[in-house]
């Protein structure tokens, strides 16, 4: 697949990049892609939730009624869990979610993202820019050059660049990673994949293996 390559306002530079079929041609693997993005949810989560059981609840350890005789359900004391205000039955406890996950697949996962905004037409490829100081109105400016200004965005730059981060980080429908950063997840959220041409060689030479 071959793409003009777009200076910052949107403008053809002349020059053309030619996709790696073996990175963005693939046929995608939709299982890969549930996997891997099912690994990156899990690994956000924080696991903290806690519930207490009858034995951390704060409460007097007296037999309530007698245990049998009484037509209700047995019970012991305040904090049994048939009780309001009482401990809770297997409730939950804090836990780890992440799951390993092969690089093969993970890689997989990754190269069928990139093949669906390949297929869907959703990739551009932006010479490498920087800004002199950080500011918005610079960056809202490349985004209406490349008309992409009522779409969900993500910029993968080839390293990290403080003061084009801090331009963006406002912006509600634009993302800024590196191409090392790129992942599945972040792939497919957004609604147009904007790289750079240095970008763009890091990530073929990262995943054409």
Known sequence: MELNVLNIKGEDTGRKVILNDAVFGIEPNDHAIYLDVKQYMANKRQGTHKAKERSEVSGSTRKLIRQKGGGGARRGDINSPVLVGGGRVFGPKPRDYSFKLNKKVKSLARKSALSYKAKDNAIVVLEDFTFEAPKTKDFVAIVKGLNLD??????????????????????????????????????????????????????????KA
């Not at 801090?166 to 790129?182: D, G, I, Y």
């Open 150 to 207: 009522n779409r969900k965005m993500l910029l993968v730059l080839s390293a990290n660049n403080d003061i084009v981060y801090k331009s963006v980080r406002n912006l509600q429908k634009a993302k800024v990673v590196t191409a090392l950063e790129l992942n599945t997840y972040k792939v497919l959220d957004a609604a147009s994949l904007v790289l750079t041409e240095s970008a763009l060689e890091i990530i073929e030479n990262q995943f």
